[in-house]
């Protein structure tokens, strides 16, 4: 069983050495994933009329960010499962370890 001392140094250390490996910082890095904003629904029927193109271009351009922000937050679920899958592992040495 930890000393009180290493009960309140371990969080901290957990902390710092979580944030310096490479996994968690590829995995923080696809959590970025930014969902795109709708287009404004226009209902005036000349402003429909005379800018169509336009707003066809521009709903393209919301479905295809929309797609982007699927395929990074499938992404990002990837990556957690595997942090998670690896940790687990981790947490089984653990369980191994001759005790203190």
Do not use: H, K, W
Request: hydrophobic share 45%.
């Amino acid at each position: 069983m930890p000393t009180p001392a290493l009960r309140t140094i371990i969080p901290g250390l957990l902390a710092v050495i979580s944030t310096a490996l490479p996994g968690a910082a590829a995995a923080q890095g696809l959590m970025d994933c930014t969902p795109p904003l709708r287009p404004t629904a226009v209902t005036d029927a000349r402003v429909l009329a005379e800018y169509a193109p336009e707003l066809r271009e521009e709903y393209a351009l919301f479905f295809d960010e929309a797609q982007d922000f699927f395929r990074c937050l499938e992404r990002a679920r990837v990556a957690v499962t595997e942090e998670v899958n690896q940790a687990i592992v981790d947490y089984g040495a653990l369980e191994r370890a001759p005790p203190d």
